[in-house]
């Protein structure tokens, strides 16, 4: 009986994957919460960012019940959302659909850092890719007002919940006019180049919230809360990002675009 047992053949080394060490000191992607909706004052939106370092990937993330915007701030990053892989470089940014399993990844040389705001949604839509290096040029994706320029990356013209996004770009020396707020808008500003100054009030007499912000600092913004910014010596450009009805207060406001008014509600 024992002469008709064979060995098992050994598994064809073909098949064999090489382990791989992992020291505790090399990089790894990162993710660090900014602000959920309670410490950011707000009811829907949270802040968070990636950073990732050259060759690295993360595992899948979802957010159940959120829909998400993810910004592509320095770098490059593969975004890969249900299978379909975006390459995104910067000022792009994609819309993340309600529960959407996504991963990144950052195949090149450089560091690469992207932002995430995300806000509760009731509907699935589909996944949008915007191309800066497009919508730079598309004038209906422009916002020219004195001294700035707003770049609408996630307008209402995309199907969403709640969120609508973009850039805007500060020339030196210039200001925020008139301050507006939003009766039914909460937002968030994420400066990612130059200095600048940004005030946060209920009435300009009670200006309570006045500082100087750079790289990287976040403000929350919540509803009926006016909120200028003031660039200072160089350039400044922040990211802005609204969770509520889904309109940019110049399209909404003939006065805003014209800056004749002291003060803008909407």
């Not at 008709?4 to 090489?18: C, G, V, Y």
């Not at 990356?153 to 707020?181: C, I």
């Amino acid at each position: 009986m024992a002469e008709n047992m064979t060995a098992a053949a050994p598994a064809a080394s073909a098949q064999l994957k090489p382990a791989r060490l992992f020291r505790a000191s090399a990089p790894g992607v990162t993710f660090r919460q900014r602000f959920t909706p309670a410490r950011g004052n707000l009811d829907f939106l949270s802040c968070g960012e990636y950073q990732l370092p050259p060759d690295s990937e993360s595992q899948t993330f979802s957010l159940p019940g959120q829909e998400s915007l993810l910004f592509q701030t320095a770098g490059g990053t593969r975004v890969t959302v249900q299978g379909e892989a975006f390459d995104l470089e910067k000022y792009d940014s994609i819309y993340i659909p309600r529960g959407a399993g996504f991963s990144l990844a950052n195949p090149w040389p450089e560091p690469s850092l992207v932002y995430q705001c995300s806000a509760p949604a009731d509907n699935v839509h589909p996944v949008h890719c915007s191309r800066f290096a497009e919508y730079s040029r598309r004038e209906d994706r422009i916002r020219h007002l004195k001294g700035k320029d707003v770049y609408m990356m996630f307008d209402v013209s995309e199907k969403g919940d709640k969120l609508v996004a973009g850039y805007t770009f500060f020339q030196p020396f210039q200001r925020s006019w008139p301050p507006h707020n939003h009766t039914d808008q909460e937002e968030v500003y994420i400066f990612i180049e130059g200095p600048a100054a940004m005030e946060v009030y209920e009435s300009p007499e009670t200006a309570w919230w006045v500082h100087s912000v750079g790289e990287g600092d976040v403000v929350s913004i919540p509803v009926l809360n006016y909120h200028p910014v003031f660039s200072q010596e160089g350039p400044c450009v922040f990211i802005w990002c609204i969770a509520g009805e889904r309109y940019w207060v110049g399209d909404k406001s003939k006065d805003f675009m014209s800056g004749k008014a002291d003060k803008i509600t909407t």
